[in-house]
DNA sequence: AATGAATGAGCCTTCATTCAT
DNA sequence: GATGAATGAAGGCTCATTCAT
């Protein structure tokens, strides 16, 4: 009994892997059934067998993406209750860029949802509320300690949209950048280039507080 | 006379048109010489005569895009040769954020590069060659006039991604964007972003330039 | 068990017989993946599906074909270790005659080889590994005995030539003699037929024979 | 005015040569219209204005063809009122195998007609009326001559298609023929094979007009 | 539960032909 | 008279999906 429902989530579980790898490659309409199938072992039915259609197991997988990103990488990654909001700021720096650019381990799950980004689908809503809802809140947070408390939104929200903005650029960007200055992101550059954005951020928005600070008095 | 001309050229005019519309649109695969045909009011056939296939088709279409967006947005536009270097970064960042932005007119040009930014096909080398190449060079000269003219390479590459992908985000993420904080990009929203770019820029680099010229020093 | 096999085999084995009778009617550009299908009760997919397309359809209905032919006419058809070359001969040629003409069964095999021989594809030099080298070098050795076996090897090649065009021309031209002599190839006419052709050649052969060994002892 | 003229005639002149040479390597199927044109230095709508459709144009090339051959390729070519029924037979193979053979001309008119012969299409009457009946007309009385003029009709007949099947295998095989036995077709091989098809020929038809006047006499 | 076979819609492309000048 | 552009039917093939076991 145990040996057959084993087998059974095996082959699920397989195409889920399967599939998040090829979604990422080619995109939803790129990929094929066929070629997912194949790269989990599977036979070429098991995916409307398990999950009804293509579309259904985009969603899947996009679902157990969430699941898996939330789990191994919590907001908060590597910071103390005592942390400053320098080093909040620096650790989800660091973390969003080796969640996106780190291509030694299987990080399909980043790439899908860069892809999911640019291009949404009806999943869309699911990875707003999941992920990138709570992520740029906590940015929010972090920012606005960094300004002040009473920090005006539009600013607060262009801020987060620049940070953000440089870390995703090396990832949608990487094709042009490795043809332009031949540069491999191993995890050295990887680190040199959090630091960067951190400091370029700091730096950046302490001036505009500074501003921000001067505009609410008057 | 004209007339020949005129429809001759026309339907292979209506082509690129259509077709940059649905490529930006669908992508390479999701498009389809149906849907662009029947866009172009022009038969299914008609894309085999005049380019041959549906790839040759999409090299003509960004091979125009190129030149188009060449002739009405060189990388200096509306800067004068005593502009200063923060003038000609904000030219720079307007600029850019109009072409990408900017949904009022066909804007299909820069979104179908932003495409092919993120998903090249072998048409990136051309894209690289004519405009992402020449336009990095003219940032990469506005950061230095800002830096210093002997400001350390990595640095300067780095403030060069910092300010793109600052520009780009507002792109690639639209979507995100608009479903999470409701935002429309109209004309003088473009016009307010462009300045906090600039601004947040700006104080980033100057920060970073004491401390590089420092280190220089030292 | 038998029903599964049956079910899958049928297919692809009714679209090989389809696709033999088209192929040799049509040639393979003139015929169409859809009319194969059609004449095999498939779906048009299914020439894909079990062969991939329609080169190997094309492909594995000859060596099909070979193999079927190999099995049915071995090149001593009729013959018994006593029988005389002239008995060899006649045999042989009543054979290829009978293979040839014969229309009451379906005889695609030969006229697709016939086709593949006017006409080669990439098929050829299995056809000529498998069917056509054995058949020569058959009829190679029978000539030899009739003529002697020192024979001048460009007499003996001459006189298999003018054998197989014998027998072959019936095939090549039946719409021209149909036309120009009424004539249809029942089974009695091409039993005449095979007679003429061995007496012709004998007694060619035994003229031939006296001259080359006179010039042999010369 | 006659310029003009000219240019049409030529026009229409190169499109016919153009066409024989590709219908004769690719047949009716395999040769495009677009292809023809282009081997004509002529416009691709030439073909329609000028024929109507491909396939007047084919029966066009055809009948031009046969006057072409007719022409040059009288049926006694080389032999006076005094030659002999063997000099006639030899002439008479000699000439069919240097058309059919020799590929240092451009002989698509014999590669043509072959082709008609094996896979006849409406213009195969033509074919037969002008040519290929008086051919074997032709040869109908040289064979009487040789075994005699109240010969057996049937025997006759089968004695003009071996020999004609002889003749023909040459090139129905040439395929075959090169990749068995290495052999090229050049002038002095094909006078060879003309010397040894007639002796061939002569000396089967000495052996069965023997029997024949026997069997006559019973 | 799981599979290999089969399906039909739709893809890009090629073709002979016709149209408008 | 002659041409380049345009046409639509049909070609081979791929795809996600369903069927029959």
Redesign the interface.
């Known amino acids: 009994m145990e040996g057959t429902d084993k087998k059974c989530n095996d082959t699920r579980e397989r195409l889920i892997q399967a599939a998040g790898e090829v979604f990422a490659q080619r995109?939803f309409?790129?990929a094929t059934v066929r070629e997912i199938s194949r790269c989990a072992n599977a036979n070429i039915a098991a995916v409307n067998y398990h999950f009804g259609d293509k579309e259904e197991l985009y969603y899947e997988v996009l679902k157990n993406s969430l699941s898996s990103v939330m789990k191994k990488y919590p907001p908060d990654l590597g910071v103390t209750p005592e942390s400053t909001p320098e080093e909040r700021l620096h650790a989800f720096i660091r973390s969003l860029l080796f969640r996106v650019l780190d291509e030694s381990r299987p990080t399909w799950h980043a790439r899908l949802m860069a892809r999911e980004?640019?291009?949404?689908t009806a999943a869309?809503?699911q990875l707003?509320e999941n992920i990138?809802?709570p992520l740029?809140g906590y940015l929010t947070v972090v920012v606005k300690q960094l300004i002040s408390d009473e920090a005006n939104d539009?600013?607060v929200?262009?801020?987060i949209?620049?940070i953000?903005?440089?870390?995703?650029?090396?990832h949608?960007?990487r094709?042009?950048?490795s043809?332009?200055?031949h540069k491999k992101f191993g995890p050295e550059v990887i680190e040199?280039?959090s630091t960067?954005?951190m400091?370029?951020?700091i730096?950046?928005?302490?001036?505009?507080g500074i501003?921000d600070t001067k505009s609410a008095k008057v």
């Open positions: 995109g309409k790129g980004i640019a291009e949404p869309l809503d707003i990138l809802g740029y539009e600013l929200h262009n801020c949209f620049s953000m903005g440089q870390c995703l650029f090396y949608n960007s094709h042009v950048i043809k332009l200055y040199r280039l960067h954005i400091r370029f951020s730096g950046a928005i302490r001036d505009l501003l």
